[in-house]
């Protein structure tokens, strides 16, 4: 069966980091797509970043642009959301996503992902 599991969130101050990893496990870590969605309460899951596998391609949400990277370990079955100088506005429950072969176009919409971990809570506090 496939299984993701996220871990890494927590409390921090604004300014601060963290790192979320994503692990993936019950099939091929070559041809899929991983990405992390955030939700608030009362609003949808909305997409963070994306890491296409199979052509290395990424996506980045505008509000995060230059402060989160995302990467993998093929090693590990591992893909990482390293967040920096993080805002209040970055709270919420992230999820890692997965699906095979995501059209570029399209790695933003909760829909065309299978696949998902269970959330991990970050709280930004101001």
């Known amino acids: 069966d496939v299984q993701l599991q996220a871990s890494g969130g927590g409390l921090v101050q604004t300014g601060g980091s963290l790192r979320l990893s994503c692990v993936v496990s019950?099939?091929?870590?070559?041809?899929?797509?991983i990405a992390w969605f955030r939700q608030v309460p009362g609003e949808e899951r909305t997409a963070v970043s994306c890491?296409?596998?199979?052509?290395?391609?990424?996506y980045f949400a505008d509000t995060v642009k230059g402060r989160f990277i995302i990467s993998k370990d093929s090693v590990k079955s591992t893909v990482t959301l390293q967040m920096n100088n993080l805002k209040p506005e970055d709270t919420g429950v992230y999820y890692c996503?997965?699906?095979?072969?995501?059209?570029?176009?399209?790695?933003?919409?909760?829909?065309?992902?299978?696949?998902w971990g269970q959330g991990t809570l970050v709280t930004v506090s101001s």
């Open positions: 996503a997965m699906d095979y072969a995501v059209h570029r176009g399209n790695v933003k919409y909760p829909r065309e992902y299978k696949f």
């Open positions: 019950g099939l091929t870590f070559d041809d899929i797509a």
């Open positions: 890491l296409s596998i199979y052509d290395g391609s990424t």
